[in-house]
């Protein structure tokens, strides 16, 4: 049986061969993305009014300056992925869980993590996404033993990054389905979880106040709790569980989705054995409607009410870190299973697994599926780029023929590379996390050439307004191209991007409905 400890430096070099595996692509890409372009320009951090106040100072702390934040890439991830592997082995340290192959192939499951690449793809805000995580971690592993220290890091957890305070909810989630699991009293179990997640939530509404009367009175809505949207709690409750599952079975193929399920049935009946067949705890029958039901939820569990970054658009993936505990429970209740179908000695009981080469054959190929979707990503990612880098110079010398100072609108998205097209339609994920020619994105990225008059427009009443104005006056645009057009209207100029013509789209009032 492999439950025994093992040699704590090959457990430490495990860790850092597997994050150096998954991320090694993201190393070296080291390409801008998406928020990086306006901290270019500013060169400041600007997280402060966000929500995030601990961030702005981390960012200066690193950049060795107090006045201004250049670009030191790829340093900031490389900090962050050290405190990737720091936190976690230390989190295992502090909690005494043996250093062992299974912890090890169970570490390995959480730093092959989709969604903490979601949020390391961004070249500054890396290390304040690592950051938070790092503190909502060792929350959680002071919990049991100090619960000032474990306040004191889900505090500061929320001034990095306030939705990363979800890590020490799911941590505690798995922690008491986990007692359930081996036997533990039930009502000693539930109790734990219940004072744990109040002990987060009066955190969150200390950070909360702190954040309004210390920091920033008018910090933006990524501060604010989920139940004082204007839209209400159950609105994005509904949202939060709708698309979480989109966001998260997104990173694998039509063949993975498959595979995938089947493992999350045999977890499942994996539960439905252990306690009816192998175990002879009480409540069996309780224990098993509990682990089964939270194993089901604990994807929209994990964002929860405390999710803290609200929108209809769908959940950022760079906000779920914390739901790949769920692959690391369908790991290991598949190694369980697994163990069982050897018929070997002594397997009984939640930490003994077979040391066999069909156990390591399924550990190998499970983990196989994230590996792949890393390098996939950044290949995406580097495709849609260079398009990207493409239509900036086309628009940029466009705008040459006009006066620099004019100010200027801009509407619209270029699409994703035909290249990849058919991957993002496949993987869903993909076609989330790529960094699209949006108006959003161009408005950034023009600024390198001297237009810093320049508004995206989407999403306001302005956009319907000039629209709708222009197909009705079959007004021609200026410069016409296959992919953006520019229209001089004396004041100012509008660009529309895209091939789609724009009277056809909702912003047009006499044919779509009214954006807002």
């Not at 890590?167 to 004072?195: C, H, N, P, Q, W």
């Not at 110079?393 to 100010?407: D, G, N, Q, V």
């Amino acid at each position: 049986m492999i439950c025994e400890n093992t040699d704590q430096k090959k457990f430490y070099i495990t860790a850092i061969i597997a994050t150096l595996l998954f991320y090694f692509p993201l190393i070296l890409s080291n390409y801008y993305y998406r928020d990086d372009f306006e901290r270019l320009v500013s060169q400041t951090p600007g997280w402060s009014e966000y929500g995030r106040p601990f961030a702005d100072v981390l960012a200066f702390f690193l950049s060795a300056d107090w006045q201004w934040m250049p670009d030191s890439s790829p340093f900031f991830l490389i900090i962050a992925l050290c405190l990737t592997i720091v936190s976690a082995c230390l989190c295992l340290k502090i909690r005494s869980i043996p250093f062992n192959a299974v912890t090890a192939a169970l570490l390995v499951a959480y730093i092959f993590n989709p969604f903490l690449l979601a949020a390391y793809l961004y070249r500054f805000d890396c290390v304040i996404m690592a950051m938070g995580l790092t503190c909502s971690l060792l929350g959680w592993a002071y919990y049991k033993n100090s619960k000032i220290k474990s306040a004191i890091f889900c505090f500061i957890s929320m001034g990095f990054y306030q939705s990363y305070i979800n890590m020490f909810i799911i941590l505690v989630l798995v922690e008491t389905l986990f007692d359930i699991y081996r036997g533990r009293k039930i009502s000693i179990a539930i109790r734990y979880f219940i004072k744990s997640v109040i002990f987060a939530a009066l955190i969150t509404v200390f950070f909360y106040f702190f954040d309004k009367i210390f920091i920033d009175e008018y910090a933006a809505v990524k501060g604010q709790f989920i139940f004082q949207s204007s839209k209400g709690a159950a609105h994005y409750i509904a949202v939060t569980t709708e698309n979480v599952f989109s966001r998260y079975f997104g990173f694998l193929s039509t063949t993975g989705k498959i595979l995938y399920g089947i493992a999350i049935c045999v977890g499942f009946a994996q539960i439905q054995l252990h306690f009816y067949r192998d175990t002879h705890f009480d409540k069996p029958v309780l224990r098993a409607a509990i682990c089964s039901i939270a194993y089901l939820f604990m994807l929209p569990i994990s964002l929860g009410v405390l999710y803290g970054i609200v929108g209809d658009s769908g959940i950022p993936p760079r906000v779920m870190p914390q739901s790949i505990f769920f692959s690391v429970c369908v790991l290991f209740l598949l190694i369980q299973f697994v163990t069982r179908l050897q018929k070997l000695e002594n397997q009984r009981g939640a930490l003994t697994f077979a040391n066999t080469k069909a156990t390591w054959g399924i550990i190998g190929f499970f983990l196989l599926f994230p590996l792949v979707f890393s390098y996939i990503l950044n290949s995406a990612v580097r495709i849609q780029n260079d398009l990207n880098r493409y239509y900036l110079y086309r628009i940029a010398t466009s705008l040459e023929l006009f006066p620099p100072e004019k100010p200027i609108y801009i509407l619209g998205g270029l699409g994703t590379s035909s290249y990849i097209k058919d991957t993002a339609e496949r993987m869903r994920l993909i076609a989330v996390m790529i960094p699209h020619g949006s108006d959003w994105l161009l408005s950034s990225q023009l600024k390198e050439f001297g237009y810093n008059n320049i508004k995206m427009i989407s999403n306001t009443r302005l956009a319907a307004q000039l629209v709708t104005e222009l197909c009705n006056q079959n007004r021609l645009p200026d410069i016409n191209t296959m992919n953006y057009r520019i229209f001089d209207l004396d004041e100012f100029l509008f660009i529309s991007l895209g091939r789609k013509n724009m009277c056809l789209s909702d912003y047009n009032e006499n044919t779509g409905d009214d954006p807002q």
